[in-house]
């Protein structure tokens, strides 16, 4: 096999058989039109760490989120915090509302 073939061999490729496995999905309203927006969050790239220590409870991972909706111009932030679980322990949303986790 020539080195462009080995290069660009799609068969090593793996792909997620269940691409939602590491993704959670919010429902915010908005406070001035009352769209209800779905955000999706990516576990790897969207919650920081907390460091906790083994066996320690508490915040084990924060979410900062801008969201904007396709009705009005107005900007919803979302500040989550979640346990090792990925429950939500502590929710601050300005100008909006949480509806669903």
């Known amino acids: 096999m020539g080195f462009f073939k080995k290069v660009f061999a799609f068969k090593s490729l793996?792909?997620?058989k269940n691409p939602e496995v590491?993704?959670?999905w919010l429902?915010?309203?908005c406070g001035k039109c009352q769209e209800i927006i779905k955000v999706?969050?990516?576990?790897?790239?969207?919650?920081q760490s907390e460091l906790l220590q083994p066996g320690e409870s508490g915040c084990?991972?924060?979410?900062?989120?801008?969201?904007?909706?396709?009705?009005?111009?107005n900007l919803?932030?979302?500040c989550?915090?979640?346990?090792?679980?990925?429950?939500i322990i502590?929710?601050?949303?300005?100008?909006?509302?949480?509806?669903s986790p």
């Open 14 to 16: 793996k792909v997620a």
């Open 22 to 24: 590491g993704i959670l």
């Open 27 to 29: 429902q915010v309203e």
């Open 40 to 47: 999706r969050i990516d576990k790897k790239t969207d919650l």
């Open 60 to 73: 084990a991972f924060t979410l900062k989120k801008e969201v904007l909706g396709k009705r009005c111009s």
């Open 76 to 78: 919803i932030e979302v």
């Open 80 to 87: 989550l915090k979640f346990d090792s679980r990925y429950n």
């Open 90 to 99: 502590s929710k601050e949303l300005k100008n909006g509302k949480l509806i």
